[in-house]
């Protein structure tokens, strides 16, 4: 049955537009044809309201806490899966065989170090260079040693886009790592054949000349998770943006280049950097906690890390994240005050009725601070850790951007609030 929403209109006429279901069951207004038929268009800051595509990468029922990739529950892929394998999920739409994984993963493996000649790109970036900055300038720069890749004609680079996202996820550990380095004056460090993804990128992270870094399993694997739960996140703010850049036809290293940029905010990526920048205040405050609640709920701070802009539930990535920390740093021998505190501020989230009917739980950047500063990554790399989970899901939405012959170039509209027509005075008349 054709579903058809009436909407009136402010001169006594009325218009039918077509209602889309999506297989969740979410209902969207389309009002692709809204301006033709009557000349109004829509209005929504921040688009919080608006469908800008239809995907099917990820669905989120914020009300009830849901996230799922192609179908899997993000639970059931953190318990079982591992990042690269969740990858191949979101890029392809399947679960890998064991043979498809395998040639993912020595794909990736082969692919991991990039052209001598990126080397000196890093020497022209100030010692006081942003790691964001440096890695979204650097994922551009990569694209100019792949001439098929970056055509920008739809059909030649999906001819190549296998490898693409392939080198991609390699390589954005490869330049994450050297743009870390390079800041700190350290020399780079190549990456290993032998070594799995995380464990890889912790190696070309810390390990130095005759002496290599060699973490234990739990804190790859609680790296190999963070990854994972933030590999995709249906239409955030940089994901988004990867879609908006790729509909004028832009190459996908171009595209998930501007995404590094959109993910740099501190209202995105760099949110979980803003909650250990809260914990260490309180705990240098003395503080345990509660005071800083009591705080906030006067109104006068913030909690960091508390509620989320999707989910009016707990964060599912929150609570796998919880656990986590905590085997982390039992397992490394560190009793952080930290952990200490952020586990009182949620035993509090998820009892006072303040937090509870505000719907403020904790989010999934609440506790991936805590597990990366017991790793040893500096805050500053906080969103690059951010943006190395979230590349298979960029690859994933720009995909469906070029694959897709009927999509538009993203072009929105504005409703304009500035100073109607006017004569032009020329400048000698009007005076000093």
């Known amino acids: 049955m054709d579903l058809k929403a009436s909407l009136q209109l402010p001169d ?21 044809t809204l301006r033709d038929q009557t000349g109004y268009i829509t209005f929504d800051d921040g688009f919080a309201n608006t469908g800008s595509c239809i995907s099917d990468i990820s669905f989120i ?53 990039v052209h001598e000649g990126m080397r000196l ?42 490898w693409g996202a392939a080198l991609l996820i390699s390589k954005v550990r490869t330049l994450a790592a050297m743009s870390y380095r390079a800041k700190r004056g350290l020399p780079f460090v190549y990456p290993r054949w032998d070594l799995r993804y995380a464990a890889n990128f912790l190696h070309m992270m810390f390990s130095e000349p005759y002496h290599d870094y060699n973490p234990k399993p739990e804190v790859t694997d609680a790296l190999d998770l963070i990854l994972l739960l933030h590999a995709d996140h249906e239409q955030n703010c940089s994901t988004s943006t990867v879609r908006m850049v790729a509909s004028s036809g832009a190459n996908l290293f171009a595209s998930v280049s501007a995404g590094v940029s959109a993910l740099w905010g501190p209202l995105h990526g760099g949110a979980n950097a803003a909650v250990i920048e809260m914990l260490e205040e309180i705990a240098a405050s003395g503080d345990d906690g509660r005071k800083a609640v009591e705080a906030a709920k006067k109104g006068e701070r913030r909690l960091m890390g508390f509620g989320h802009r999707v989910y ?19 397992s490394m021998g560190i009793s952080d005050p930290l952990l200490g505190i952020a586990m009182h501020l949620e035993e509090v989230a998820l009892k006072d009725e303040y937090f509870v009917s505000r719907k403020l739980y904790p989010n999934v950047d609440f506790y991936s601070g805590i597990i990366l500063r017991a790793i040893g990554i500096p805050v500053d790399m906080f969103p690059v850790m951010f943006a190395i ?27 304009y609030n500035g100073k109607t ?9 009007r005076g000093e």
């Not at 990739?69 to 999920?89: C, N, Q, V």
């Not at 399947?94 to 043979?99: A, G, N, Q």
């Not at 539930?313 to 919880?322: F, K």
């Not at 989970?389 to 409703?415: F, L, S």
Request: hydrophobic share 35%; aromatic share 8%; charged share 25%.
């Open 12 to 32: 006594g006429k009325s218009v039918d537009l077509p209602v889309l279901v999506g297989t969740e069951n979410e209902h969207a207004v389309d009002v692709r």
């Open 61 to 113: 029922d914020g009300e009830k806490g849901i996230l799922r990739h192609r179908g899997y529950r993000i639970e059931d892929l953190a318990g079982e899966s591992i990042f690269l394998e969740t990858a191949y999920l979101i890029i392809y739409g399947e679960l890998p065989t064991s043979k498809q994984l395998s040639k993912f993963r020595g794909r990736i493996a082969s692919s991991a170090s």
């Open 121 to 162: 790109f890093f020497q022209g970036f100030p010692h006081t260079s942003h790691p964001m900055a440096i890695l979204s300038a650097m994922l551009n720069s990569l694209g100019c040693y792949y001439p098929e890749m970056t055509t920008h004609n739809r059909a030649k680079d999906l001819e190549h886009f296998d």
């Open 312 to 330: 009016k539930n707990y964060d599912p990535r929150a609570r796998i994240l919880g656990e986590a920390a905590k085997r982390v740093l039992t």
């Open 389 to 415: 989970g979230r590349m298979p899901g960029w690859i994933a939405n720009w995909r469906e951007v070029a694959t897709n012959p009927k999509m538009k170039i993203h072009r929105p509209r504005q409703v």
């Open 421 to 429: 027509e006017r004569d032009y005075v020329a400048i000698e008349k």
